[in-house]
């Protein structure tokens, strides 16, 4: 494994450590990383799995529930969105991709909160009630996101500029 690619795992590890540290809820790395994993590893397999293998792991810590599969999934559309971004992101479609996997992951994650529990009934005011109860937790997401996607990219181009090692093609 070269340097630029161990910096970039170790990066990713160390911010899903994060998770495992008091926080607001919905206040994680997560979005980041996958964002990150998509836009600096060339090896799209890679930057599918190192992702959802911090997550896996700092989810049995932290417990696993049942809607993990719609979490994991939004995780994997995050990579995509990181690849679509590039390795050398632009601000504004770095914060667009950020936005763009917080919204992703509320509007699926708390859909199925809503067709797979039985915390709200299921007709449309039911699931109008799932969105609006978890607002909260979306501003947390949104502002998580966006830091943790700003400490991520701009630690790498920090590294980057101080390490040229770093600056080998994705």
Avoid: K
């Amino acid at each position: 494994m070269n340097f630029r690619i161990t910096t970039i795992i170790g990066m990713i590890a160390f911010a899903a450590l994060t998770r495992l540290l008091p926080h607001p809820p919905n206040f994680t790395a997560i979005t980041a990383i996958a964002l990150f994993a998509g836009a600096q590893m060339s090896d799209r397999r890679s930057a599918l799995l190192v992702p959802l293998a911090a997550l896996f792991l700092t989810d049995l810590v932290l417990g696993l529930h049942s809607g993990m599969l719609l979490v994991y999934v939004c995780v994997a559309a995050a990579v995509g969105l990181g690849a679509l971004v590039g390795s050398r992101p632009q601000p504004l479609r770095l914060v667009g991709a950020s936005v763009a996997g917080s919204v992703l992951f509320f509007v699926v994650t708390n859909f199925g909160v809503w067709a797979m529990s039985a915390l709200y009934p299921r007709t449309l005011a039911g699931l109008a009630e799932c969105y609006v109860a978890a607002i909260p937790f979306f501003q947390n997401a949104i502002v998580g996101d966006l830091v943790f996607t700003a400490a991520l990219f701009g630690g790498f181009e920090f590294l980057r500029r101080a390490m040229p090692a770093l600056s080998s093609a994705r």
